[in-house]
């Protein structure tokens, strides 16, 4: 494998904001950067990576908590049931953590790399992961869950971070 590294996008960069676009037809080249996404997910100590987390506006999510790496394209929640609270970090904003409400359970439909149909279940911490992922290629972040007093908290880290992405973006 050639030697390309993604680049983690952090708080601030407009990717993060972007709906990402679904997949049309799955090529080898969606197959590579999964892989890298991967990489840089094992890299950054990470248990779930989306793609505008690197940088590209596509639906394509990893996760590993630890029972598999999961590479999956297009997903979507079915189905969801209970709730569950986490503390949730993101390696796009990175040292700040927020409490966030999600289902407990879910279905998901997807596709493998290779364009195959999957249905999966999940619980627990891997349904969380899958919900923050794909939040993820809506737009959405975890601090959009802060509350008013955990706004307060992060702001100035918030703005630091920002401040870093603009900077990464000077030629
Ligand atoms: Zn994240």
Known sequence: MPETRL????FGDPVLRKKAKPVKRITA?????????????????GIGLAAPQVGISEQ?????????????INPR????QGSQ???EGCLSVPGICVKVKRAKKIKLEAQDEFGLPCNIEA????ACVFQH?????????????????????????????KK?????DLP
Request: aromatic share 4%; net charge positive; glycine share 6%.
């Open 123 to 126: 619980e627990g911490l891997l």
């Open 60 to 72: 394509l999510i990893v996760a590993d908590t630890g029972e598999g790496l999961y590479k999956l």
């Open 7 to 10: 680049k983690i996008k952090v």
């Open 77 to 80: 929640i079915v189905k969801a």
């Open 133 to 161: 992922e794909i939040d993820h290629l809506k737009g959405k972040l975890i601090v959009d869950y802060a509350t008013l007093l955990d706004k307060i908290k992060i702001v100035k880290a918030l703005r630091e971070l």
């Open 164 to 168: 870093k992405a603009k900077h990464e």
């Open 85 to 87: 609270v986490n503390q």
């Open 29 to 45: 080249k969606h197959r590579e950067i999964l892989s890298l996404m991967a990489q840089s997910m094992y890299e950054g100590s």
